[in-house]
């Protein structure tokens, strides 16, 4: 006959609540120690019966003081845990904020260009126009950087060619010189003068 199951419930009967209590309890700090030789785990357990008197276990100790050195590492733990997910938030809400901003930033702009072509007059406050503008100016100055090193690439890779173009130049005149003992003749100019950096930023 099968046994069956019992329902969990205050024991009414303070002598047989109290026998169980004293069982179970033993019971519960024989399987806290088998864990421990078996699986080498660190184990504390606090215990307040029904009256306050406290029962504890403390495995592994360190020098002795097996129940505080169990605290202690779980206090460490503890604020460890604590400290990393208020820098989870603190991130998370860095990222928020970062979004935030740059929806704002996207719709100013989306703005400012429906005004520039529409010509919408009214559509923009004062202040967000003094942002646009900022932007803007922003805008230009790196159109104008990009367009100056795209320039002064141009004038570096025609310098190589003019570079070229002499040493060609003098090789073949030294080897006329060779073979006709002609001097003095004239180097190839090219028709076209090239532009320096310089005058090219001056314009």
Known sequence: MARGKIQLKRIENPVHRQVTFCKRRAGLLKKA??????????IGIFIFSAQGKLYELATKGLMGKTM???????????????????AKEAQILDTKEEIKMLK???????????????GGAGTMTLDELHVFEKHLEFWIYHIRSTKMEIMFQEIQLLQNKEGILKAANNYLQEMIEDQTGITNIAPMITPYPLTTQNEIFQT
């Open 104 to 118: 704002n930033e996207i719709e100013l702009l989306q703005n400012g260009l429906r005004y520039m072509l529409g």
């Open 68 to 86: 505080q050195g169990l605290i202690e590492k779980y206090m460490k733990c503890s604020s460890g845990d604590q400290a990393d997910d208020e």
């Open 33 to 42: 120690k088998e864990l421990s030789v078996l699986c080498d785990a660190e």
